[in-house]
């Protein structure tokens, strides 16, 4: 291995032999490697970024796991009351890996200014409600603190503020429709006041969803107070989604319903399984390209060391030891595209990510600008598996070597 290893290290070195063209053709085939590494980088980096920001998402608004009575599964608004005497509340203890479990209950409303009106669904939630995911979609004010006695404040999007007119500070009248009761009065009416505007880019819930105490819902639908429109669950880990939600589906009462957010918002999930086919089919286009243009530099070496080859021959090396020199020779080449495509894809990826310099259309793909996701073991199985694929491709025409007679070869001017 060294007799290949110092020959190769010579070959690299060495100018003295090599040609404009085979200088051109290897300077190809590096730049073919590093463009190829940068492209691979940004397609996983931004397709795993949104496919985990979309679902960050969803969750934000609805938690991993959705618990409520059989009555609500299809209704956006919370028909019929679920107690909070469950064994599984406030912390679920007989499945592993769920982090938290939070009381929440939903009904339909009219926001109403003195010229325009909006339909809403008002969330109500209480002070055990998990803000972790809103805090980076915050853009004005705070987070409403339910923790106090009942109180009116509510986080509106800034959807919905823009289309009424609202800042923060404003007091929001809101209608919302009364079960039948011996008052005149058609409609319950709240008046709230803004605390805080919240923009997650994702305009099918932003245009939707506000905030406010879940004792309001209670006392407008008569409930108790321990009674409430289901629960929200987050887990752990979002890969195992569906063996959690069967499992906690299995821990409930009979007359409660789990469903995943992968099953609620099926299509959404579909479409983001889309973009593993995607990635896929792009890496191994890419990888191809790659191949090729290392199989034509090596094709080019070969040939352009044909006198080499055969003083070799003729010395008693065998075609195995040369094919390796020539291999080692390829190697290096790649670990140059590689460390080069590494070195601008990665710092073209953490430009966007503190800059998001590339934007997108939030109506197509629910976020403004295009999600990074960087993980050290994306990089590395990134590089070893490019290495070792351009490697097993240049197998086959390394095998020229043995083609290659020794007494003509010394003759080859």
């Not at 339909?108 to 008002?122: Q, S």
Request: with cysteine; proline share 2%; glycine share 6%.
């Amino acid at each position: 291995m060294n007799f290949e290893y110092f020959i190769a290290k010579r070959l690299i070195r060495g100018k003295e032999h090599k040609s404009n063209i085979s200088s051109a053709i290897i300077k190809i085939a590096i730049f073919a490697i590093a463009i190829g590494v940068i492209m691979m980088l940004i397609t996983i980096a931004t397709g795993v970024g949104l496919q985990r920001k979309i679902r960050e998402k969803v969750a934000a608004f609805n938690g991993h796991v959705i618990i409520n009575s059989y009555d609500n599964n299809s209704s956006v608004e919370s028909l019929v009351p679920v107690s909070t005497e469950q064994h599984f509340y406030p912390e679920f203890t007989e499945v592993n890996g769920v982090r938290h479990v939070q009381g929440v209950a939903t009904k339909a409303g009219l926001i109403r200014t003195a010229t325009d009106f909006e339909g809403i669904v008002v969330k109500g939630i209480s002070d055990d409600y998990n803000w972790d995911y809103f805090k980076e979609y915050l853009k004005e004010g705070r987070l409403p603190d339910f923790s106090d006695p009942k109180n009116n404040e509510i986080l509106i999007s800034q959807f919905t503020a823009n289309r009424l007119d609202f800042a923060v500070g404003d007091k929001v009248n809101t209608f919302f429709l009364k079960k039948k009761s011996k008052s005149r009065s058609p409609a319950n009416i709240r008046v709230f006041k803004i605390v805080g505007i919240y923009n997650s880019g994702f305009q099918e819930f932003d245009e939707t969803f506000i905030f406010a105490d879940i004792r309001h819902i209670q006392k407008m639908n008569k409930w108790k107070k321990d009674q409430v429109g289901g629960f929200e669950i987050y887990i752990d880990d979002f890969d195992v989604i569906d063996t959690k939600g069967a499992e906690i589906h299995n821990s409930i009462p009979s007359t409660l319903e789990a469903q995943t957010i992968a099953l609620k918002y099926g299509s959404i999930f579909e479409w983001l399984k889309l973009f593993d086919l995607n990635i896929i089919a792009i890496i191994a286009i890419i990888i191809l390209v790659a191949g090729i243009n290392m199989i034509t530099a090596l094709l080019v070496l070969i040939l352009e060391r044909t006198q080499m080859i055969g003083i070799l021959k003729s010395l008693g090396a065998n075609d195995w030891s040369i094919r390796k020199i020539f291999l080692y020779n390829a190697g290096y080449l790649i670990l140059v595209g590689l460390f080069l495509g590494n070195l601008v894809g990665i710092g073209l990826l953490k430009l966007q990510e503190k800059y998001g310099v590339i934007r997108l259309n939030p109506e197509t793909y629910h976020v403004s600008t295009a999600p990074v996701y960087i993980s050290a073991w994306h990089i590395v199985f990134l590089n070893l598996g490019t290495m070792l694929l351009c490697i097993m491709m240049l197998l086959i025409p390394s095998y020229v070597i043995s083609k290659i007679s020794p007494s003509r070869a010394i003759r080859f001017r």
